[in-house]
Each structure stands twice: as C-alpha cells, then as structure tokens.
C-alpha cells in the first residue's frame, strides 16, 4: 500500500549561504519526542512504546540528507519497530475440515518490552539502531474479539487474524532468554451435510 505524498509546512527558502541537514521520521506525536534543538551533532528521538494495543503505530524514521543546498530532498523510510500479529492454520494431516470456522474471544499476550529506548537519526549504514533502552517490564497486551477476525474456512496456509489495527507495534528485542507466554480463547464451529 503506497502511503499519500507528505508536505512540508510551512513552506521554507534555501539560504543564501550554507548548507541544510534534514532528519525525519513520522507519526509526530507524543510517544516521540527530539532531543533539544540546541544540543550538538544529530538529533536523536526516544521513542515510548503506548501502553494500549490501539495506541501504538508503525513508526518510521528517514536516514538524513546532510550537507544540502539546493533542490528536492527525498526521504526512503525504514520501519523502526517490530510489528507482532498473529495468525492460525492446520497442522497438515488434521482432522479438520474446511467447513469448520474458529471464532477467537480473545488472545493476551505476555513478556518483558522495553517501555522505552533511543535512536540516532543518522541511520549510519541505512540501520536502525536502539540505544538506551528502558529496563523490560513485564506487560501484558489483550486484543479482544473486535480486533481479531472470525476465520470462515481453516487451511494449511498461515492466514492473519489480527485486525489491520490491532498489531502490537514494540520495540525489537531478543526473546532467546527473556519468554513470551500467550493465551487463546476460541471456539470452533463445523457444519455437517445434515
């Protein structure tokens, strides 16, 4: 999905003399917040992840365009959070028939995020690299049955439940030592020939 071209407001004139570094990143909210303009060398963003599943979007950030001094300045955008969803399909040889819909009442997931953390907006190398992150606590995220979508017929394939709104949209991190523990309620309804 291409997203509508963003503008620049208001609308700004090269100067005379000297060059322009641009840095960008999006949504503008309270979640993220710049460091001072008066602080040295390139801006850096921490970022506070919401605490609600609906809070939280897909942010982006740009790596800078330094130096300038004249014409158009492009941005190719990066995503900077992990996006996690969830999905169902059949274990092959199941028992399961395609006329069988599952219905899920909810899905809670549970682990250590970190609340917070920062990031330069350089992007040296086009990476996204974190820093500082804020100690991991332990959060729980519920997505209830208006987030997540009735699967009419169950296949072998991965299909998504989640709603388009309602993936959780953290920071990256490394869960080989720190676990994930998820609950889901469900039902399963079959039709038969009769």
């Given at each position: 999905?291409?997203?509508?071209?963003?503008?620049?407001?208001?609308?700004?004139?090269?100067p005379?003399?000297?060059?322009?570094?641009?840095?960008?990143?999006?949504?503008?909210?309270?979640?993220?917040?710049?460091?001072?303009?008066?602080?040295?060398?390139?801006?850096?963003?921490?970022?506070?992840?919401?605490?609600?599943?609906?809070?939280?979007?897909?942010?982006?950030?740009?790596?800078?365009?330094?130096?300038?001094?004249?014409?158009?300045?492009?941005?190719?955008?990066?995503?900077?959070?992990?996006?996690?969803?969830?999905?169902?399909?059949?274990a092959?040889?199941?028992?399961?028939?395609?006329?069988?819909?599952?219905?899920?009442?909810?899905?809670?997931?549970?682990?250590?995020?970190?609340?917070?953390?920062?990031?330069?907006?350089?992007?040296?190398?086009?990476?996204?690299?974190?820093?500082?992150?804020?100690?991991?606590?332990?959060?729980?995220?519920?997505l209830?049955?208006?987030?997540?979508?009735?699967?009419?017929?169950?296949?072998?394939?991965?299909?998504?439940?989640?709603?388009?709104?309602?993936?959780?949209?953290?920071?990256?991190?490394?869960?080989?030592?720190?676990?994930?523990?998820?609950?889901?309620?469900f039902?399963?309804?079959?039709?038969?020939?009769?």
């Amino acid at each position: 999905v291409l997203a509508e071209d963003w503008t620049y407001e208001p609308l700004k004139y090269w100067p005379a003399d000297g060059t322009i570094s641009f840095f960008a990143y999006a949504p503008h909210d309270e979640h993220a917040a710049l460091s001072a303009k008066t602080a040295a060398g390139t801006p850096k963003l921490t970022y506070s992840v919401p605490s609600t599943v609906a809070g939280q979007k897909d942010l982006l950030v740009a790596g800078a365009q330094k130096d300038k001094n004249a014409n158009t300045v492009n941005f190719t955008f990066k995503h900077a959070l992990s996006r996690i969803g969830f999905g169902v399909k059949l274990a092959n040889g199941s028992a399961v028939d395609n006329q069988t819909t599952i219905a899920f009442s909810s899905i809670e997931l549970t682990a250590d995020f970190y609340p917070s953390a920062t990031l330069t907006l350089d992007l040296v190398g086009n990476n996204v690299q974190w820093d500082d992150e804020e100690a991991a606590t332990n959060v729980i995220y519920t997505l209830s049955d208006t987030n997540i979508k009735t699967i009419e017929s169950l296949s072998t394939a991965t299909t998504a439940i989640n709603n388009e709104s309602s993936y959780l949209m953290v920071l990256p991190q490394d869960f080989t030592t720190n676990k994930m523990s998820i609950t889901a309620n469900f039902s399963l309804s079959t039709e038969d020939d009769k």
